[in-house]
């Protein structure tokens, strides 16, 4: 999205939608209906935001914070940017971590010329080459079109069940 804006000019037009989705319910994310009492803490869910694509990422931690049935659930979030300056909603996202002890936040800097590759991905879920404890947990992923195949594809292939691409 970054690199669309800056290619615009005064006096362009441009056509804003609201966000879409295919996810639906929201807690199908934490393997349970929103509506059921089930508790969810043995669920696990990795959410990896690449620049903007916090935005809708935060939602679901809120989302997550404002459940009890969610609240304890296990969730690796993976945010990544190029400088530590676009690693933005730290402190909000801090907050909300203090309700939610197994929230866990990994910050990757990639630099200027560089993106998250698969390697730092496993590094910031701390696994293995097989994949440790996500296997068969749902995964969201937003970023620009490319982060999303490729981050997609490395979930996919440790074991990731559903992976969830806004």
Same mark, same amino acid.
Do not use: Y
């Given at each position: 999205m970054s690199a669309y804006l800056r290619q615009l000019r005064v006096g362009d037009s441009i056509l804003v939608r609201g966000p879409s989705s295919t996810?639906?319910?929201l807690g199908s994310l934490f393997g349970s209906n929103s509506n059921s009492n089930s508790s969810s803490s043995n669920s696990r869910l990795v959410l990896v935001a690449g620049?903007?694509?916090?935005? #809708?990422?935060f939602q679901? %931690?809120?989302y997550a914070h404002a459940s009890a049935a969610h609240r304890? /659930?296990?969730?690796a979030l993976v945010q990544c940017a190029h400088r530590p300056g676009g690693l933005w909603l730290g402190r909000e996202i801090a907050i909300l971590a203090r309700d939610m002890p197994r929230l866990a936040h990994t910050p990757v800097v990639s630099g200027s010329n560089g993106r998250l590759t698969e390697a730092a991905l496993r590094r910031a %879920?701390? %696994?293995g080459e097989g994949?440790? $404890?996500?296997? $068969?947990c749902s995964a969201v992923v937003?970023? #620009?079109? /490319?982060?999303?195949a490729d981050v997609g594809r490395w979930l996919r292939a440790v074991g990731v069940r559903i992976v969830h691409a806004l």
């Open positions: 996810i639906g319910d620049g903007s694509g916090i935005a #809708p990422i679901i %931690l809120q304890d /659930s296990r969730i %879920l701390s %696994l994949g440790g $404890g996500i296997g $068969g937003c970023g #620009p079109g /490319s982060f999303n």
